[in-house]
């Protein structure tokens, strides 16, 4: 923006907080917004194609249905056939006076977790608070229960009370998992969603804060194979799987089972997902474009930020570039948090390049002096 409207716009919003505490977004800096907020959230790895996010402005939508109408509506286009576009829908801001309906699950797409009468668990474990919540709420599980039920999408309405809405099996565009060379594996009725969408997370924008923006993007294989069906908290399968792929899970010696078993999956899981042409990468390919993605932002002047442990793979990790690098959170603003108690009470301003200016300064400064200094003792010696 030129420095005219740029003034102006600014007294504009001063004013506006002035009076009401709060003021509304253009769309072009909504827009601007959550992309940068992609841009800053340091634990995202598939950064480098921020520009591209494809931002839903629904901010007059606040009722509990029609969010997550629009948010299904929206889904359609972000599946794009299974070419996969990375996209947001942000609904009503919070403000003094109302904060609109949230989403308390923490995907919309979640599967049931079951305690089971051996103390065990079917399904997913890190959900099994919110299949508690759906089952007071109203809603039945399946009659016989299974490990991939699809739970209803929970929200909270203006009021805090919570609202539970079943959605179609088929929105979910399921993809089974099989190995290429390996029938056995198929077997076991393994399976996952199409698209994440993270429903949970408030996205930050110039001091709004909108508490309601589900996004999306697509797969990382070993999300699925390395974490959610292998994590001892999650689907706790890694035993299972080796013994679908052939391999001896003996206790004497390394377990090395354990690495092959992972990569099989991983394998396995990228193989499901193009075959039924849904887009996912691997780990070697999204750390190439992490490293991509951080030269570009290093060569705008900016210091992207990073959190180690989310960017680098489970899988393979010193075999990806981003092991080697230090990696630091700025919690620069704009951004997404879960909890201003916990994530958000961090955030703030990227005041790195001021620290740049700083330095530079001094360094002018040093400069300066010593060239002062010089041409003084030139004029002496001129002079002697
Ligand atoms: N890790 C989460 C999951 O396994 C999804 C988080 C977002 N992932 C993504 N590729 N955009 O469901």
């Known amino acids: 923006m030129a420095d005219e409207p740029l003034r102006l716009r600014i007294a504009e919003i001063c004013d506006a907080l002035r009076r009401t505490n709060h003021y509304v977004h253009t769309p072009e800096e909504l827009s601007f917004g ?14 480098l194609t921020w520009k591209s996010l494809r931002v839903h402005d629904h ?18 286009a972000a599946f794009n056939g299974g070419q996969i576009r990375s996209s947001i829908s942000i609904f009503a801001p919070a403000t003094d006076k ?6 308390e699950s923490s995907q919309i797409f979640r599967y049931a977790g079951y305690a089971t009468a051996d103390e065990g668990v079917m399904g997913d474990r890190a959900n ?9 709420l109203g809603w039945q599980p399946p009659e016989t229960p299974g490990p991939f039920d699809l739970l209803p999408v929970i929200l909270r309405d203006q009021n805090g009370g919570r609202h539970a809405f079943a959605i179609p099996p088929s929105t979910a565009r399921e993809v089974l998992i099989e190995h290429p060379t390996r029938p056995d594996l198929a077997a076991l009725g393994l399976r996952w969603y199409a698209v994440p969408i993270v429903s949970n997370m408030a996205l930050t924008i110039g001091g709004i804060d909108y508490p309601c923006a589900p996004f999306n993007g697509y ?46 999956l991983n394998r396995a899981v990228l ?6 042409g849904v887009r996912i990468m691997d780990h070697h390919e999204v750390s190439a474009q992490y490293m991509n993605f951080m030269q570009l932002e290093q060569r705008a002047g900016r210091t992207a930020s990073g959190e180690w442990s989310w960017i680098v793979p489970p899988q393979a ?51 300066r002096r010593w060239r002062d200094w010089r041409r003084r003792r030139d004029r002496i010696w001129q002079r002697s």
């Open 34 to 47: 959550a992309r940068i907020a992609w841009r800053n959230h340091a634990r995202c790895v598939g950064r």
């Open 59 to 76: 901010r007059h939508i606040a009722a509990p249905a029609a969010v997550l109408e629009q948010t299904m509506a929206d889904l359609k």
């Open 98 to 103: 109302s904060l609109p309906s949230t989403f």
């Open 128 to 136: 099994i608070e919110l299949t508690h919540t759906a089952r007071q």
């Open 219 to 264: 797969y990382l294989a070993t999300e699925i194979a390395s974490r959610n069906l292998v994590d001892a908290k999650r689907y706790d399968l890694l035993e299972p799987i080796a013994h679908a792929l052939g391999l001896v899970t003996d206790a004497h010696g390394p377990a090395f089972w354990k690495d092959e078993a992972l990569t099989e």
């Open 271 to 276: 193989h499901s997902f193009e075959k039924a």
């Open 317 to 367: 990790s010193a075999g990806c570039p981003t092991f080697h690098l230090p990696m630091t959170n700025l919690h620069a603003v704009p951004n997404f948090y879960h909890s201003r108690y916990i994530d958000g009470g961090t955030l703030r301003l990227d005041r790195t390049h001021m620290r740049d200016g700083k330095w530079r300064s001094r360094y002018e400064r040093l400069k």
